[in-house]
């Protein structure tokens, strides 16, 4: 139908939305927890609240016995399921398991008069205060989402003046950069014992003379016609160095372009070093 | 020039610009005077609401942009190649939602609200250019610090971090929470097309007592 497409940029998501089914028939309860999406619990509070919700329990007067059960139950049907169960659900297991020792024996006189507080404060308190996240999650989520529910005017790429606008490129940009480079090398790699070394101040000189006299180059342009591993790694950090002596600076015109190289930029002037 | 001259002109700059544009901004490209080009951009709010235009004009990230209504998400879905198909993931959304409100935060903190470890969750959401890193605590192991970034805002229509709904007290625990089927449709959400819903930021309702106008500014 239309004979252009339009590039979304920094807002593609690719990450899958998971849910919570409702449960409201308490007395299946076994036979929801197999209706349940088994591995979409963020979390062992996440769980815990699902418990307490679906049972209409009162979240500030837990009874332990009975969610420890229904909990370690939880459990063993996710192991019956093969799933792996994060260490953070065995570490709540134990927490319960323990409070609901508190609860059922009974202390010493001294114990007893010394510790006045609820043993399940600490829970509730957590639970508390994740329910309030878990909600606030959601009402974010419920707002329309650029790119999915709501669109803007996609942005020019501006050919003309690249390096106007630009913002300076976070380390995880630099590291997926190198890293591609340097899988696309691995690709191409053929099977030769290197001899001569390569050391920094080599890498230095490479890059100053891809350089030559221009002002700004693309990332990935610096390694063009270099396939060895190691010397790929210490144009990088030849790179690097040349970023710290602030002679270059690593910059992208949107969170997801391209990644460039720019030679002393101005914005560099006057400005203290480690900032 | 006349004002009907001015809210053309207005109208012009918006509809051009890709990004959010500021007050400042226009008042830099047209020499008008601040407190005009509000009142002109107040004026086009309304105008564009009240006749039910394709598109309404919302302020985000600290500036004003025209945006496509929820209602035809769909078919304006269909002009872009890689139009998001799926949101983001509870985890991520939680993630989220504690750093928006707690900024700056540390990893460890997050991971207490949470219960479990979220690693994985933070580098996504600096990947996806949702979280920055801020700076280093000054505490033993300089532990990292993060907030949100521009993108968080305009990605959810949020004029500023101060627009952050009020976190509410939990009163019940009966959150409505949407289902979603699997075409990712909601089935009993509150998603609408209504403005009043979504795009009513100031922090009216709400029991909550804790409200969001503590957080750092957003530079």
Redesign the interface.
């Known amino acids: 139908?239309?004979s252009w497409?339009?590039?979304?940029g920094?807002?593609?998501?690719?990450?899958?939305?998971?849910?919570?089914?409702?449960h409201t028939n308490t007395e299946e309860s076994t036979l929801a927890l197999y209706r349940i999406e088994i591995d979409?619990f963020?979390?062992?509070?996440?769980l815990l609240?699902h418990l307490?919700?679906r049972d209409e329990l009162d979240?500030y007067d837990i009874p332990i016995a009975e969610i420890t059960r229904q909990y370690l139950e939880y459990l063993d049907i996710m192991r019956e399921f093969n799933l792996e169960v994060?260490s953070?659900f065995l570490v709540?297991a134990s927490t319960l398991v323990y409070l609901k020792s508190r609860m059922l024996l009974p202390l010493d006189d001294e114990e007893e008069e010394e510790i006045e507080t609820d043993p399940r404060e600490e829970l509730i308190r957590?639970l508390?205060?994740?329910?309030?996240?878990?909600?606030?999650?959601?009402?974010?989520?419920?707002?329309?989402?650029?790119?999915?529910?709501?669109?803007?005017?996609?942005?020019?790429e501006d050919k003309a003046h690249p390096d106007d606008h630009f913002i300076e490129a976070?380390l995880?940009q630099l590291m997926?950069a190198f890293a591609r480079v340097l899988s696309e090398a691995e690709k191409r790699r053929p099977h030769e014992i290197i001899k001569d070394a390569f050391s920094i101040e080599d890498g230095v000189e490479h890059v100053w003379s891809a350089f030559e006299n221009k002002k700004s180059m693309k990332f990935d342009e610096l390694f063009t016609g270099s396939e060895n591993r190691r010397k790929i790694v210490t144009i990088f950090l030849a790179i690097l160095e040349l970023m710290k002596r602030r002679q270059l600076m690593a910059v992208q015109q949107d969170?997801?372009g391209p990644l460039r190289l720019i030679v002393e930029p101005a914005e560099y002037s006057g400005r203290p070093p480690g900032e | 020039m006349t004002d009907k001259r001015n809210k053309a002109l207005i109208e012009a700059l918006l509809f051009a610009s890709p990004r959010p544009i500021g007050i400042d901004v226009i008042s830099e490209v047209t020499g008008m005077e601040p407190a005009n080009i509000g009142d002109i951009l107040r004026s086009l709010v309304e105008e564009y609401d009240s006749e039910s235009r394709g598109f309404s004009l919302l302020e985000v990230a600290g500036g004003y942009q025209l945006r496509t209504r929820p209602d035809f998400a769909d078919e304006v879905g269909a002009l872009f190649l890689a139009r998001a198909r799926r949101r983001f993931s509870r985890s991520s959304l939680e993630t989220l939602s504690i750093i928006a409100y707690r900024q700056p935060v540390l990893r460890s903190e997050i991971e207490k609200i949470r219960g479990v470890d979220s690693g994985g969750v933070l580098r996504t959401l600096l990947s996806h250019g949702m979280i920055r890193v801020l700076g280093r605590k000054e505490a033993p192991g300089r532990p990292i610090l993060y907030g949100t970034t521009s993108e968080f805002l305009e990605y959810f229509s949020l004029r500023d971090l101060e627009s952050l709904p009020t976190l509410q007290e939990v009163a019940e625990l009966d959150t409505d929470d949407a289902i979603v089927n699997d075409e990712g449709d909601i089935e009993n959400g509150h998603r609408d097309s209504g403005e009043n819903n979504l795009y009513a930021d100031e922090s009216g309702g709400g029991e909550g007592e804790e409200s969001a106008t503590g957080l750092l500014d957003d530079d």
Do not use: C
């Open positions: 139908m239309f497409w339009f590039d979304l920094p807002w593609t998501l690719d990450e899958q939305m998971t849910t919570e089914t409702d979409k963020t979390g062992p509070l996440d609240l307490i919700k979240i994060a953070e709540m957590r508390i205060e994740y329910q309030r996240y878990k909600t606030a999650a959601h009402d974010l989520n419920m707002r329309p989402q650029l790119g999915k529910d709501i669109f803007v005017r996609p942005e020019l976070s995880f997926d969170h997801d």
